[in-house]
Structures are given as structure tokens and as C-alpha cells.
């Protein structure tokens, strides 16, 4: 094929004009984050105040604000669905919807589930604790001991280095030694 049969027989570029591309949030608020400001004002005059210049919402703003208006929504018709009668919900004509029995048990089985994850994790933390008698809980690979220094004059004295205080001078200062 030469050149020109070649370039007849390619696919156009898709259409990109804005009326026709469906944005996700996210898209749309770095598009506006990323855009230049309008300058509107007298470069020669002083610029206008913070509150008024363009700045875009920040998308943890977005989707907190779009989180929490679907938590009311669902809300809203959980708690209908859950307290209307079956007959009321008929003559509105929705005759399709999960039986009353899940209104209770969803609930349940997720307190159910949270309570146990607690209680499993806090078990799990006790299992990986070491024992009071164990030597792992009062020094390990990663102890320092503390270092002796003496300099001559007060004034040289560094800051001194990260360490672990002993056994002993725990004990020596909670209990005297």
C-alpha cells in the first residue's frame, strides 16, 4: 500500500471536544487546580485579596462533601425502606425490595463482625507479646547502652546520643537503690 491508501484507511482521532468527554471527579478538580488564574485586574493596580483570587477546592473537600451527602441518602431510604409498612410501600408501586428480615440483620452481623475483629486483634497482640519473665522486654538487637563522656569545660558538652536507660537505673530511681 502506498502512503495516501495507508493514511484513508486510519481510524480519526476520537472527538475530545468537552461536551462529549464524561469526567471523573477527580479529573475534573485537577483540571481545576491546574489551570492559570484569569487575571482580571490592572497589572499596574495592586492585586486583589486572597479570598478573591481563584482557588480550587482541594479533592479530600470533594469527596468528603460527596461521601456525606450519599451517607445521609442512604440513609434516608435505608430508614424509610426499614420503617415503612409493606402495604404503603405497594400503593407507591415499589414492589421489588429485600425482605424486612435484612433491616435487622445487616446491622447485627456488622456490630457482630466489628466486636469480634477487636477482640481477635487484641488476642493476636497478646499472643505476640513476649512474657514478663522474658529478657526480650528489657533489651534487644536494637539496645544502646549509654555512653560515658567527660569533656573538660561545661561548655563542650554535646547533646547527648539517642540510648536506652538500664535496668537499674530504672529501679535505682522508682524504687531507691
Known sequence: MDEGARKTMEW??????????????RQTVSLIR???PHRDWNPSSKPPSFAARDHGPKPSEVYGFVGSITTVIATAVYIAWAYTPEPALRSLGITYYPSKYWALAVPSFVIVA???????????????TPPPTSFSTIFDEN????????????????????????????????FGG
Do not use: C, H, K, W
Not at 12 to 25: D, G
Open 12 to 25: 480519526p482521532p476520537p472527538s475530545t471536544s468537552p461536551s462529549l468527554v464524561v469526567r471523573s471527579p
Open 114 to 128: 466489628v466486636a469480634l475483629s477487636m477482640a481477635i486483634y487484641m488476642g493476636l497482640n497478646f499472643v505476640a
Open 34 to 36: 491546574n489551570r492559570r
Open 143 to 174: 539496645s544502646r547502652d549509654r555512653m560515658t563522656f567527660s569533656p573538660a569545660t561545661e561548655e563542650e558538652r554535646p547533646i547527648e546520643p539517642i540510648s536506652d536507660i538500664s535496668i537499674d537505673q530504672i529501679n535505682n530511681l522508682m
